[in-house]
Every structure is written in structure tokens, then in C-alpha cells.
């Protein structure tokens, strides 16, 4: 549960403070039209975490007035969802489906009120009767009805005398309004389709903005949580409550911004569509961001949860990337599951001096992780590692085995290799390797140094597994359409080798790989003879590292985020920061939100400020220099401090140096950690603001290249720049550039 406090729960806490409710009732009201996903579980974690947190309750409603799209496998999908993500809904399953009855009387009463209509325009005409966000709508001649035929129409539209189209049910608002959700919004449409609860009875179903509200009133509601998108409908949902005078304990609507992730879709059209053109296996396929895809790949209900609240609740919506849900999952399971051994690439080892077997015992886990426990690890003379473990030829750097480096096989002992076998082809095939008798893990006397431990599995006993490596749905950081499909996001390894410990009694569990990442024993796929294991993720953000090498390490990272519009979520914190650096304190936004969101960048940017009262000149620094370099490090291993960047500053505002200088100083800085006013004496880089010295400099400058003055007096003034630049090429970047600019404005114009 959240340790923050977001804004919804400040507004749940003021109505239980000012006793406008007495306790707190949420809801989560999906639509049984596909399987939830991630977005859906930050909707779940929001209305059943702060029901709990504030002792009320929370039910789940099927929001099922769509008799066309809705199915009953749907319904069991979010059952399953919310109770997996470990919460429980109040009493059953709730339906809008069944308070049909009740939404239709009051229906009927709004007619009854002259507060709705029976238009019997065309879909075509209601669009263009609208009108348009700069200009209003026109009534239909139908809205003059009396109540007697309305409530006669509405009638027969409900006994099913009527077809599709013909007419519909609207309130009777403001067709001038300038929020247009407020234009006679339908309330109800025909609709001749079997319903998967209702059945055939109705032939008329409710829109989402006349059903939702009421459903909430009905429920008792206090708190109706939504996205974003319905921020107009919220006028919508007053003026039905309020007209029917369900004013006393009613519900009030609150939106927050939708959770969108990169690399992936959350659309219900999108993911239906991904399912039916089978370029996924189903619903729960590991790779799409469904709930029940996450669990099959072997997410963590706890990581999911972790996941929704570490990205906060917040009223803009943005994209938060996959990264951060992926270091949840490996976070949640570094210190809950074994480590254990599986070899994906195997290449046979035999060890010429070893005769027999044994059987080590093996940790599960390492020294730092406060869980025990440990497994036997058959040894014996023929072994297979990892194929990329061993190299003929070894790149700078390579700490695995090669023709004169020894490894260390994990838990055993350390080899040595004498000899490489070849096919035909020149393809290795086996290598053949001494062991070393005395350096056994654990009790090793060898004094044989190696640079690292390496996974292995004992050819005799183990066995065959599947493994399932995923990649990316995605190739597009923000896909658009199926097109945008990863061909290479499902790789399936069908010979991999594992040790024979983690041949499972149990369904449900994980394990780390070493070396490889986290695994999961698929919950679908998995039998006895033929297991299959699915990568969940892998040590560490291989993604993000593959991305550093292709971006060049002074591009400030920071930035490019923001300008490809590629971000997280605020949380509330951040927030209000970036509220105060965009208000009080007047920087841009780019700048504000750069350092807003970077714990790192806002404690040394206020830091600073306390050293220098130039909150603009110090977030640019802050946000552009120093971002760069807080990217690949920590601030304790920064040799510079907010102290000195503030000097810095003020060495810019007051002249001292020029804006450019600052950045070779700062270069310095990072380097050496002196102080700017050290370095900028050492080196003279003191900015010139003396004419008496320019003044020779730009004479200079135009005696050696009187064409140039002589078109710039002809009246090509864009030669200006040249003249300014050469004069302080000349001065090594030195002199003060308003200065410079003055003067040689004042020469050329002789
Ligand atoms: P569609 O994709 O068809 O627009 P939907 O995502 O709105 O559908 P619903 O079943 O209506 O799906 O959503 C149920 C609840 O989950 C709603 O309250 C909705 O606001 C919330 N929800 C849906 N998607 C997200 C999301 N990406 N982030 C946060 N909440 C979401
Ligand atoms: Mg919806």
C-alpha cells in the first residue's frame, strides 16, 4: 500500500474528517469485453487500496450495457485479476445488468420531469445538430414531445416495436453548453441483442453516463474513481443525480490519469485484436500486458501491486516505462527464490582426471539473502556449460574460459582446459579439461586465481527442459497498430539442460537461473515430460544498457525524455515541486519537470539554492550539466558539490565568465573537484570585459578580412555573427560577449 499521499486519498481523508460520509465505498466497474490489464491493476490497486486503507469496502461491478462486445469469459478474467492481485470485493459480483429494472424507472421519471426526450433524428443528424467546440448545437424538433408520447416511445422502444436507430433517449441538458458532453447527451440506444446475463428481455440499453452514476447511487458509492477521459462526463454525472434529487449520500466522481507503458498497448480493441489475429497465443500470452499474461509469465501479485504504487497517482497522464515494472519483478524476487543452475547453449566438458561422482551440497541462495536452504548437486566426469562460456578467442576482458584462463564451475571446483574438440565444420564440440583437485568451493587450498564461477549442469542427471525467452511485443516505443509487432519477441530454446533439483513436486514456483535471469515453470504448459520454463527477466536492465551504447553518453538523457514526451508519472511529491520551480521560482517547465522527477537533481538543486539565489541559472546548470553526469553516477561519487555549482553560477551572473567558460570550467570540475574560482584563476579564463583590450582585437579581425566589412556596410548585417565569433575565437572564448557585441556594432558602422 502506498506510504504517499496521493490526491485522492487527501480527499477521501477531508470527507471522512468533515463527516460527509461515514465510511468509504469505491468500486472498480470494468467491462466484461476483454482480459484487464496493467492499467486495470493500477485502477484495482487505487479502489481496493484505499477502501482498505480507510476501513471501508470496495465492490466490483461488471459494467456490462453493451450487449454486443460482453461475455461471461471476461467476467471471470477480472474475478480472477482482483483476487489475485489479493483483494476482495464486498458481498457478489455486481452487474449494471441488473439494476436494469431500477435504471429504467428512472428513465421514466425524467421524461416524467420534462428532463428527457425521445429524439428520433438520425446518427448522422444528432453529429451534426451538435454543432462544434467553437460553435453551438441546435435542438431537434423531436425535443418538443409531450411527456405522454415520450414516455408512450420510450415504451414501446423497450418492448422492442422499434428498430435499431430509429430513436433514441436523450436528456434534455443544454445544446449550447460550451463543455459539448453536455449537448443532450443519450441516455439510452435500441439495441436488438442477446445480452450474456440480461438474455432477451430488453431491447433498450443505458449509455455509460446515465448507467454509471446511477449504479454508483444504487451501491451506496461515495468515491467514483475514474480516468482522465471522463473528466467532461463528470457534468453529466452531476446533472443526473442532482435532477433526480439523489442528493443526500451521493456519489462523487474523481478522475486520475490513465497508466500507459511503452513498448506495449493497452487498448481492449488493440489486445482483442492481437488475440484473434493469433500473433499471440491467448489472453494470458506472457508477452501482452494482461494481468493473466503477467501471472502465466510469472510476475508477482506483490510486484504488480509494488509496481502501481511506485509510479503514483497523478492527474497528467504520461508512459512509464516497461523498465520500471521490470525492476519491480526482479526486485521482489532477488531474495525470495532459489538460484539455481540451467545451462541454454550447451557445450560438453569431460574432465580427463576425474573418475567417479559425488554429490555436493549446494546453497540456494547467496550469503546476503536471509533465506536457507540448499539442494544436492550431482559432480561427475562429463558436464556441459554454456557455450558462450568458453571462447578460443577471447574478447578484452572475457573472465570465463579460455585456452589459458581457468574457471570456476559453480559450487565445485575450479578446471582447466587442455584441449578443444572440432567437428568437421570447425564447430567446437567438446572441450577437455582438468579439474583441480584442491579447490573444491567452500574448502579450496588451490591458491589458482580465476576471474569468475561459471553454471554447469553434470551430464549423467540432468534434464531436458523448455525455455521461453521474450522479448519486446513492441519494436515501436508507442505502436500504433498491430504493424508494430516484434517478429523476434518469442524465442523458444528447446534443448536447454538444468540440474536435476528443479524437477518440480509443485506447480508455482520460481527460480533465479544464475547467470540468466528469473524463471517461471509455465502454469499452462509444464508437464513432467516435457517442462517448459518461462523468462520473467532477466539480472539486469539489458535493455537499457543496449540503448546507452547507442546514445552518445554527453546527450543528456534527461531531456531526450521530455522531448519525445516518454514519461513517467509524477508522484505527488514531484508534483508539488514541479508546481513550486514552474511558479514560484518561474523556470520553464522542461527544466522544472527534468528536475521534479530526479530525487538526485531536486535535493542538489535546493542544496544549491541555499549557497546562491539564482534558482533559473541554477536549474539550467543542474538540469543539463550536472543531470549528465548523475546518470552514471551517485552524488557521493561526484567530485563537485552544490556548493560549488552555485559558485559557479555566480561567477556567470556576475560576469566574472562567460556562459560558454562556465562549461569548460565545469568540465574541470567533474575532473578535479576545485573550486570554480581556483580553476577560473589558474587557468585566466576570467572573463574580459575591458574595451581597451577588445578594441585591438576586432580591429584585427576586420583588417584581416575587408571584404566582409565591406559587404556588411553594403547591408548584409548577417555577417554581424561572423565578426562577433572570430573576435572571440580569438579570445579564446574569454571575452564578454554583450560587450563585444557593442563594440563592434559601434566599428563596423563607420
Ligand atoms: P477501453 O480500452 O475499451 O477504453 P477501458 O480501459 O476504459 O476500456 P474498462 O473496463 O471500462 O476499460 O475499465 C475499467 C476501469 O479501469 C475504469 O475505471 C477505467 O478507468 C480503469 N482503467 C482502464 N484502463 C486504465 C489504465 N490504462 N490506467 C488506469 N486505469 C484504467
Ligand atoms: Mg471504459
Redesign the pocket.
Known amino acids: 500500500m502506498s506510504e504517499h499521499k496521493d490526491f485522492l486519498r487527501t480527499i477521501v481523508e477531508e470527507d471522512l474528517a468533515s463527516g460527509k460520509y461515514e465510511e468509504v465505498v469505491t468500486r ?7 482480459f ?5 491493476a ?3 490497486c ?2 481496493f487500496g484505499i477502501a482498505k486503507a480507510y476501513g471501508g469496502h470496495c465492490n466490483l461491478r461488471m ?1 456490462d450495457t453493451n450487449p454486443t462486445t460482453e461475455d461471461t469469459k471476461y467476467v471471470e478474467a477480472l474475478k480472477d485479476a482482483v483476487e489475485w492481485l489479493g483483494f476482495k470485493w464486498e458481498d457478489g459480483v455486481r452487474y449494471t445488468s441488473d439494476y436494469f429494472p431500477k435504471l429504467y424507472d428512472y428513465a421514466v421519471e425524467l421524461i416524467k420531469m420534462g428532463e428527457a426526450y425521445v429524439d428520433s433524428l438520425s446518427e448522422e443528424e444528432i453529429r451534426e445538430y451538435r454543432g462544434t467546440v467553437t460553435q453551438a448545437g441546435r435542438r431537434s424538433k423531436y425535443a418538443q414531445r409531450s411527456v405522454e408520447e415520450n414516455l408512450a416511445l420510450f415504451e414501446q422502444m423497450k418492448n422492442g416495436e422499434c428498430k435499431e436507430g430509429e430513436h433514441v433517449l436523450r436528456a434534455k441538458i443544454d445544446m449550447g453548453a460550451a463543455n459539448m458532453k453536455l449537448r443532450d447527451p443519450l441516455l439510452y440506444r435500441i439495441r436488438h441483442a442477446h445480452h450474456y446475463r440480461a438474455g432477451d428481455v430488453w431491447h433498450v440499453y443505458p449509455m455509460y453516463d446515465f448507467a454509471h452514476c446511477l449504479s454508483d447511487y444504487i451501491e451506496g458509492i461515495t468515491h467514483s ?3 482522465l ?2 473528466e467532461n462526463n463528470r457534468a453529466i454525472y452531476d446533472w443526473v443525480l442532482d435532477t433526480l434529487g439523489l442528493t443526500a449520500h451521493r456519489p462523487y466522481q474523481h478522475e ?5 507503458i511503452n513498448y506495449t498497448v ?4 488493440l489486445l482483442l485484436e492481437l488475440v484473434k489475429s493469433g500473433k499471440v497465443s491467448g489472453w494470458d500470452d506472457p508477452r501482452l500486458p494482461t494481468i493473466a499474461g503477467y501471472r502465466r509469465r510469472g510476475y508477482t501479485p506483490e510486484s504488480i501491486i509494488h509496481f502501481c504504487d511506485s509510479i503514483g497517482v497523478a492527474k497528467a497522464n504520461s508512459t512509464v516505462d516497461v523498465a520500471q515494472l521490470e525492476f519491480a519483478i526482479r526486485d521482489d524476487l532477488n531474495t525470495k527464490v532459489p538460484r539455481v543452475m540451467c545451462v541454454l547453449d550447451p557445450l560438453k566438458v569431460t574432465l580427463i582426471n576425474y573418475e567417479g561422482s559425488e554429490v555436493l551440497d549446494a546453497s540456494y541462495y547467496p550469503e546476503d539473502v536471509p533465506k536457507e536452504g540448499s539442494r544436492a548437486l550431482p559432480f561427475s566426469k562429463e558436464l556441459y556449460i554454456e557455450r558462450e562460456d568458453f571462447s578460443l578467442n577471447p574478447p578484452k576482458d572475457y573472465n570465463r574460459l579460455t585456452l589459458e584462463q581457468p574457471v570456476r564451475l559453480r559450487h565445485a571446483y575450479i578446471i582447466t582446459c587442455k584441449e578443444v574438440v572440432k567437428d568437421a565444420e570447425g564447430n567446437i564440440v567438446e572441450i577437455k579439461a582438468e579439474y583441480h583437485a584442491d579447490s573444491k568451493s567452500g574448502v579450496d587450498t588451490s591458491g589458482i586465481k580465476v576471474k569468475s564461477a561459471i553454471q554447469w549442469v553434470d551430464a549423467a542427471t540432468a534434464k531436458i527442459v523448455e525455455v521461453r525467452l521474450y522479448d519486446r511485443l513492441f519494436q515501436d516505443e508507442a505502436p500504433q497498430s498491430l504493424e508494430d509487432v516484434n517478429p523476434d519477441s518469442l524465442h523458444i530454446i528447446k534443448n536447454a539442460l538444468i540440474e536435476p533439483a528443479v524437477i518440480l513436486d509443485r506447480p508455482d514456483e520460481r527460480f533465479q537461473f544464475e547467470r540468466q535471469g528469473y524463471f517461471y515453470a509455465d502454469p499452462v504448459d509444464y508437464t513432467d515430460q516435457n517442462p517448459v520454463f518461462n523468462k520473467i527477466v532477466g539480472l539486469k536492465d539489458s535493455w537499457s544498457k543496449k540503448k546507452k551504447i547507442d546514445t552518445p553518453i554527453l546527450k543528456p538523457q534527461v531531456k531526450n525524455e521530455q522531448i519525445e514526451g516518454e514519461v513517467s508519472a509524477m508522484s505527488v511529491a514531484e508534483q508539488a515541486l514541479f508546481d513550486r520551480y514552474t511558479g514560484e521560482l518561474q523556470l520553464n517547465p522542461e527544466v522544472a519537470n527534468t528536475l521534479a522527477r530526479d530525487a538526485k537533481l531536486s535535493s542538489f538543486y535546493e542544496t544549491a539554492l541555499g549557497e546562491c539565489d539564482s534558482p533559473i541559472g541554477l536549474a539550467n546548470i543542474i538540469a543539463n550539466e550536472v543531470a549528465r553526469e548523475l546518470k552514471e553516477k551517485e552524488v557521493r561519487e561526484l567530485k563537485f558539490t552544490p556548493m560549488q555549482i552555485a559558485q559557479l553560477v555566480k561567477m556567470i551572473e556576475d560576469e566574472t565568465i562567460s556562459t560558454k567558460i562556465a562549461k569548460q570550467v565545469f568540465e574541470e570540475m567533474v575532473l578535479c573537484g576545485e573550486d570554480p574560482t581556483h580553476i577560473v584563476e589558474a587557468k585566466g579564463l576570467v572573463q574580459i570585459s575591458d574595451p581597451a583590450f577588445i578594441l585591438p582585437i576586432i580591429d584585427e579581425v576586420m583588417a584581416k578580412n575587408p571584404d566582409n566589412v565591406e559587404k556588411y556596410r553594403a547591408g548584409n548585417t548577417k555577417l554581424f555573427g561572423f565578426f562577433v565569433g572570430q573576435v572571440l575565437k580569438a579570445t579564446e572564448g574569454k571575452a564578454n560577449p554583450q560587450v563585444v557585441n557593442a563594440l563592434i556594432e559601434e566599428k563596423l558602422k563607420h
Request: hydrophobic letters at 30%.
Open positions: 472498480f466497474p470494468p467491462e466484461p469485453n476483454g484487464p490489464h496493467i492499467g486495470h493500477k485502477s484495482i487505487i479502489n459494467d474513481i475514474c480516468t477521459e471522463f486520475f490519469a490513465r497508466l500507459g493497452m487498448s481492449k480493441r
